[in-house]
């Protein structure tokens, strides 16, 4: 992006609206040889200028003139989106102090009395002239500087959604029942925390911001299964105690592999810290009775609570190489008996209101007979 043109153009143009035809050949001959003077012998026609494809960059006006007077001209130029930058000079035969007070309220930049003197009216043209040229140079470098922001901004959001992409990839490559899990509790979880943002447990953590935080952070809540060896990752069936004391270590590898990107950065990342929060907690439960922590109620992070119904909801409606999926009314049952068990009571309640959603979310991106082919044969490759 080029930053923005410091140069100034060749000449400026000046309008000179006067109803009497000698100042405004006075005015033009003492100003033509340095700037693009245009006239208007009335209001209107100073409007119509104005307001045109070519506005000028300095006004000089008459107040008394029949018709519109200047006081009005630069009353409605002010009130014209149009027009309202451009710069007014009030040039009149009015002296008294009122009349003068009153130009600038208007919206004037400077006041002149006549008659004219030569040097003076140049050198207020001139300073004022110079001061449009600078406040254009601020603004144009501003909107520069504003766009450049935006560009950044929209490059760092590009490198988290890329970051986030490439480890679940990676995830995906030692789960096979991952892809669209992932796609799914995502949407979950955006659609659980729109409903319960005006809550008032919840209000001040579900912005719309860290709402945002929570769908980008949420692909991340297995990211740790990379860690667990494959015979108990593809495992069909139950696990024997001790495979499942291997497989709990997901939530610690999670949170202890995006601590490390996290230092390695050398910031604090929003998105990086909710994905910890999600990645380490999601299977603790309300009662105290989940892990890696045994956390219970309110000090399980929020993001956790919300991936935790989200889990346990598309778990129990998918189905696996090793299990055919549930209904959506015995996945609602099994939920609502956990209510201040494993899930927040509010969290469930939220879910009850939004049931319809998520089961539209679920059948959106729900698994392919191809997906479960490939599964099936992942498994079978693993027992070979």
Same mark, same amino acid.
């Given at each position: 992006m080029?930053?923005?043109?410091i140069?100034?153009?060749a000449?400026?143009t000046?309008?000179v609206?006067d109803?009497?035809p000698?100042n405004?050949?006075?005015?033009?001959?003492?100003l033509?040889?340095?700037?693009i003077?245009?006239?208007?012998n009335?209001?209107?026609?100073?409007?119509r200028?104005a307001?045109?494809?070519q506005?000028?960059?300095?006004?000089?006006?008459d107040i008394m003139?029949?018709g519109?007077?200047?006081?009005?001209?630069c009353?409605?130029?002010k009130?014209?989106p149009?027009?309202?930058?451009?710069?007014?000079?009030f040039?009149?035969?009015?002296?008294?102090?009122?009349?003068?007070?009153?130009?600038?309220?208007?919206?004037?930049?400077?006041?002149?009395?006549?008659?004219?003197?030569p040097?003076?009216l140049?050198?207020?043209?001139?300073?004022?002239? !110079? @001061?449009k040229?600078?406040a254009? &140079? #601020? /603004?144009?470098?501003n %909107?520069?500087?504003?766009?450049?922001?935006?560009?950044r901004?929209?490059e760092v959001?590009?490198i988290?959604?890329?970051t986030?992409l490439?480890?679940?990839?990676?995830?995906?490559?030692?789960d096979?029942?991952?892809g669209?899990?992932?796609?799914?509790?995502q949407?979950?979880?955006?659609?659980?925390?729109?409903?319960?943002?005006?809550?008032?447990r919840?209000?001040?953590?579900?912005?719309?911001?860290?709402?945002?935080?929570?769908?980008k952070s949420?692909?991340?809540h297995?990211i740790?299964?990379?860690?667990?060896?494959?015979?108990?990752?593809?495992?069909?069936?139950?696990?024997e105690?001790?495979?499942?004391?291997?497989?709990?270590?997901h939530?610690?590898?999670?949170?202890?592999?995006?601590?490390?990107?996290?230092? !390695? @950065?050398?910031i604090?990342?929003? &998105? #990086? /810290?909710t994905?910890? %929060?999600?990645?380490?907690?999601?299977?603790?439960k309300?009662?105290?009775?989940?892990?890696p922590q045994?956390?219970?109620?309110?000090a399980?992070?929020?993001?956790?609570?919300?991936?935790a119904?989200?889990?346990v909801?598309?778990?129990?409606?998918s189905?696996?190489?090793?299990?055919?999926?549930?209904?959506?009314?015995?996945?609602?049952a099994i939920?609502?008996a956990?209510?201040?068990?494993h899930f927040?009571p509010?969290i469930?309640?939220?879910f009850?209101?939004?049931?319809?959603e998520l089961?539209?979310?679920?059948a959106?991106f729900?698994d392919?007979?191809l997906?479960?082919k490939k599964?099936a044969e992942?498994?079978a490759?693993?027992?070979g």
């Amino acid at each position: 992006m080029n930053s923005p043109d410091i140069s100034a153009p060749a000449k400026a143009t000046v309008l000179v609206v006067d109803d009497t035809p000698d100042n405004l050949a006075l005015v033009s001959s003492l100003l033509r040889d340095d700037y693009i003077v245009r006239v208007a012998n009335n209001g209107e026609k100073a409007l119509r200028i104005a307001t045109s494809d070519q506005p000028p960059d300095l006004i000089l006006l008459d107040i008394m003139m029949p018709g519109m007077d200047g006081y009005e001209v630069c009353q409605r130029l002010k009130a014209d989106p149009k027009a309202r930058d451009i710069r007014v000079i009030f040039l009149t035969a009015r002296a008294e102090v009122e009349d003068e007070r009153k130009g600038f309220q208007m919206g004037a930049v400077d006041y002149i009395t006549k008659p004219i003197s030569p040097p003076i009216l140049q050198e207020r043209v001139k300073i004022h002239l !110079a @001061l449009k040229a600078s406040a254009d &140079f #601020l /603004r144009d470098k501003n %909107d520069y500087l504003e766009q450049e922001v935006a560009r950044r901004t929209q490059e760092v959001m590009a490198i988290q959604d890329v970051t986030i992409l490439a480890m679940t990839s990676l995830a995906e490559t030692r789960d096979s029942d991952t892809g669209n899990h992932i796609r799914r509790t995502q949407y979950y979880v955006k659609a659980l925390a729109q409903q319960l943002h005006a809550h008032p447990r919840f209000a001040a953590y579900l912005t719309d911001a860290n709402i945002t935080m929570l769908f980008k952070s949420a692909p991340l809540h297995d990211i740790g299964k990379v860690g667990i060896p494959d015979r108990i990752l593809l495992k069909p069936g139950r696990f024997e105690p001790y495979e499942f004391e291997i497989m709990k270590r997901h939530t610690t590898l999670g949170f202890d592999a995006i601590e490390h990107a996290e230092k !390695a @950065l050398g910031i604090d990342v929003g &998105f #990086l /810290r909710t994905a910890k %929060d999600i990645a380490l907690s999601h299977q603790e439960k309300w009662d105290g009775s989940g892990y890696p922590q045994g956390l219970a109620g309110e000090a399980i992070p929020i993001s956790a609570r919300l991936m935790a119904l989200a889990d346990v909801y598309d778990a129990l409606i998918s189905r696996r190489v090793y299990k055919e999926s549930m209904s959506h009314e015995q996945a609602v049952a099994i939920i609502v008996a956990g209510r201040g068990k494993h899930f927040d009571p509010d969290i469930v309640d939220a879910f009850l209101s939004i049931q319809d959603e998520l089961k539209a979310i679920a059948a959106r991106f729900a698994d392919s007979d191809l997906d479960m082919k490939k599964k099936a044969e992942t498994l079978a490759l693993l027992k070979g």
